[in-house]
T-cell receptor, first 113, second 112 residues
């Protein structure tokens, strides 16, 4: 009965490959997010979705694309992976557009070699 | 959008001392002020939060104080213990729909 789950937990892949990270929440939240956490531990917001509508799209490369098949899922697709994409990616969800507690998935450590 | 500053970026204290981390924000419409703790290799988790209708909230050894006029809020940890060692993030919210911006984090080290 995990609240926010993301898979896989670890992902090692070669430069140039395309990969996806899946995220699911069972909290009934209407907003989901993707964050990138680099080695300096900054939590940089990449995307957020509210009721299947993209409402924040930070200046991330267009190689990154969020896909939300329904309110409970927000997957992250990454094309043509680069060395600089190596980081931990966190999915999160919250309700009421963000004015409540955010729940995070366990994170996906992506290593591009 | 929200501009969030968090200080200090690193903080080292002796076990039993107090620690204070400050977060300043720019959006005067923000109305929810949480603090998250991230232990090494784990996900960020909420430890305490406050809404704009109160000035202080306490939960055992941790407390949060809010100054809406000056647009900053602070995390206070008393009688620190080694298990308090972690990275702490603030994330003021409520001003803009869907805006969930985190401060850059404060790495707290509690030495036994």
């Amino acid at each position: 009965d995990t609240a926010v789950s993301q898979t896989p937990k670890y992902l090692v892949t070669q430069m140039g490959n395309d990969k996806s990270i899946k995220c699911e929440q069972n909290l009934g939240h209407d907003t989901m997010y993707w964050y990138k956490q680099d080695s300096k531990k900054f939590l940089k917001i990449m995307f957020s979705y509210n009721n299947k509508e993209l409402i924040i799209n930070e200046t991330v490369p267009n190689r990154f694309s969020p896909k939300s098949p329904d309110k409970a899922h927000l997957n992250l697709h990454i094309n043509s992976l680069e060395l600089g994409d190596s980081a931990v990616y966190f999915c999160a969800s919250s309700s009421l557009g963000g004015s409540t507690e955010a729940f995070f998935g366990q994170g996906t450590r992506l290593t591009v070699v | 959008g929200e501009n969030v500053e968090q200080h200090p970026s690193t903080l080292s204290v002796q076990e039993g001392d107090s620690a204070v981390i400050k977060c300043t924000y720019s959006d005067s419409a923000s109305n929810y002020f949480p603090w998250y703790k991230q232990e090494l290799g784990k996900r960020p988790q909420l430890i305490i939060d406050i809404r704009s209708n109160v000035g202080e909230k306490k939960d055992q050894r941790i407390a949060v104080t809010l100054n809406k006029t000056a647009k900053h809020f602070s995390l206070h940890i008393t009688e620190t213990q080694p298990e308090d060692s972690a990275v702490y993030f603030c994330a003021p919210q409520g001003g803009s729909q869907g805006n969930l911006i985190f401060g850059k984090g404060t790495k707290l080290s509690v030495k036994p």
